[in-house]
């Protein structure tokens, strides 16, 4: 049973910074990449930033690319989205995902068999 524990969310200003983790256990994994989606109040939900475990390479999507970072931890199975620069847009859960024989930088909702348990981010003054 794979399980993505998150943790990090919370309420912060506008122009705050705060810092998600999600660690996967349950199974060893291969060729397999994690990150995030969001979901906003009342819209879909939607990419945020994936990782290729391996090599560390990173995708954003444009709204978060040059405030958010995300990295890993290869000996934790554990992935962190470093977020800078909060806007009230970025208010929404953050789910965690992981996928497995998928290219990372392409990842669709209907490619995710994976989610963590979702985690709020806040911004607001």
């Known amino acids: 049973q794979v399980q993505l524990a998150e943790s990090g969310g919370g309420l912060v200003q506008p122009g705050g910074s705060l810092t998600l983790s999600c660690e996967a256990s349950?199974?060893?994994?291969?060729?397999?990449?994690m990150g995030w989606f969001r979901q906003a109040p009342g819209k879909g939900r939607e990419f945020v930033a994936t990782?290729?475990?391996?090599?560390?390479?990173?995708y954003y999507s444009h709204p978060v690319k040059g405030r958010f970072k995300v990295s890993r931890d290869t000996s934790k199975n554990t992935v962190f989205l470093q977020m800078n620069n909060l806007q009230i847009e970025d208010t929404a859960i953050y789910y965690c995902?992981?996928?497995?024989?998928?290219?990372?930088?392409?990842?669709?909702?209907?490619?995710?068999?994976?989610w963590g348990q979702g985690t709020q981010v806040t911004v607001s003054s």
């Open positions: 995902l992981l996928v497995e024989g998928v290219n990372a930088a392409t990842v669709v909702e209907q490619d995710v068999h994976h």
């Open positions: 349950g199974r060893t994994f291969s060729d397999f990449a």
């Open positions: 990782i290729k475990m391996a090599s560390g390479y990173g």
